[in-house]
């Protein structure tokens, strides 16, 4: 076994503990200058109060607040301006070739093309209705006519028959057939007249049938509401729809919308019309305006839907992609301060510990405004401050400070 190494350990251990917890034993016994009493009592009943009296030595800086554009900061995302499911209004088999998706189609343009089947024959039912209603409607205005010119010379015989039994030169047998007369030419008008409006309800009826297969017919040709990108392929050659079945999807991407919320603390600095830019995380910047501001909060995260048109014209930007979006408001004042001089009070609030009258130390709390890499932006401070920048850990309000000025500068 090696003693020496064991022993030369044994002995640094022993000096090492003599030097840190009995120096001044140690100091003793090598001989050191002793303090005398007097002195040594002196500086045991004065060293507490000079240590509390004495400043406490920091590093301070100069500040002037500045007016910046405090932009409001929302996580959001990208969304299409309109999108609509194209769906069948009515039933049938595709007839027509499909639009594969990622294709641009304009407003109007036919997505899907139905199977007529027997529609048009239908339709051309309901035609030739309304052609054979309105060829009986001059025949019965001719019996019409032809009916009230009996009723007028039945009425003329009538009166004559009566004023020649008034006279006695008529029978009583003769005013009876007269008057018969009168009332079956009344009934041959009655009778012209249903005819007449039957045939004109039968043109009615027609009509109506026409133009319900019409809209049926129209109906077999899907067309796109507007132009935009198809985002799904339209239905294949052969397939059947049912009413409400899917034909093809279309969105609108240019121009494309930012969507955000925005927490209640900052809608009240967001007007309609305010610029406003935002970063994809693809590292995309666009600018564009706020189009819209909900008056009516989420009632679960107690936030306002803001949405921002930018423009799109090259389709770059897609549906449902992040994006960091700032937008513009009134300018705020605020310092420019190294983000290390920012502390925590007892409370947890965040401040600053700055120089107050009398060379005292005095926290005030502070509003992040916007981290940049030159140092932190900070509002709801005095114009003019002087901030301990370096020290501030180690002195609470009211602590005796002495600051040094000397090579900062904002």
């Known amino acids: 076994m090696r003693i020496l190494p064991i022993v030369t350990a044994v002995i640094v251990s022993v000096a090492i503990y003599a030097f840190v917890f009995e120096r001044d034993s140690a100091a003793t016994l090598l ?12 500086t045991n009943e004065a060293g507490p109060d000079i240590a509390a009296q004495a400043p406490i030595g920091v590093v301070a800086m100069h500040s002037v607040a500045q007016t910046i554009d405090s932009a409001v900061i929302v996580r959001g995302q990208t969304e299409a301006l309109r999108q609509v499911d194209v769906r069948a209004e009515t039933s049938g088999k595709i007839v027509s070739d499909p639009l594969r998706k990622g294709a641009f189609v304009d407003e109007g343009a036919l997505l899907c093309r139905l199977n007529p089947a027997t529609r048009l024959t239908s339709l051309a039912e309901a035609k030739a209705r309304r052609d054979e209603a309105e060829a009986r409607v001059p025949e019965a205005a001719a019996r019409l006519a032809e009916a009230r010119s009996r009723l007028e010379e039945a009425q003329i015989n009538d009166n004559a028959a009566q004023q020649l ?16 007369s009168v009332s079956a030419a009344e009934a041959a008008v009655q009778g012209a007249k249903s005819g007449l409006d039957a045939a004109r309800t039968g043109i009615s009826s027609a009509d109506a049938s026409i133009a319900v297969w019409e809209e049926e017919i ?36 240019d121009p494309i919308k930012l969507v955000g919320f925005v927490p209640e603390t900052e809608v009240d600095r967001i007007a309609p019309g305010a610029r406003a830019g935002a970063t994809t995380v693809s ?44 937008i513009s408001s009134d300018g705020t004042p605020a310092h420019l ?66 600051p040094s000025f000397e090579g900062i500068a904002q």
């Open 337 to 402: 301060l190294p983000q290390s001089a920012l502390t925590l009070n007892d409370e947890g609030t965040l401040g600053l510990r700055v120089l107050a009258e009398g060379a005292r130390a005095e926290f005030m709390p502070v509003r992040l405004l916007r981290d940049t890499v030159d140092g932190v932006w900070l509002a709801d401070l005095p114009d003019t401050l002087d901030v301990i920048i370096i020290g501030q850990e180690y002195v609470t309000d009211g602590v005796a400070i002495a």
């Open 31 to 42: 001989g050191g200058p002793d303090e005398p009493p007097e002195a040594a009592q002196q």
């Open 218 to 253: 129209d109906r077999l040709e899907i067309r796109a509401p507007f132009a935009g990108m198809l985002e799904t392929d339209t239905a294949e050659l052969g397939s059947l729809l049912q009413d409400g079945a899917l034909c093809g999807t279309v969105i609108q991407l």
């Open 283 to 326: 590292g995309r910047q666009v600018e564009g305006r706020v189009t819209f501001l909900s008056r009516s909060a989420d009632p679960e995260t107690r936030t306002f839907r803001v949405e921002i048109e930018v423009s799109n014209a090259d389709l770059s930007l897609r549906d449902g992609q992040t994006a960091e979006i700032l």
């Open 165 to 180: 039994s008034e006279g006695g030169f008529a029978s009583a047998v003769r005013v009876a057939g007269t008057k018969a």
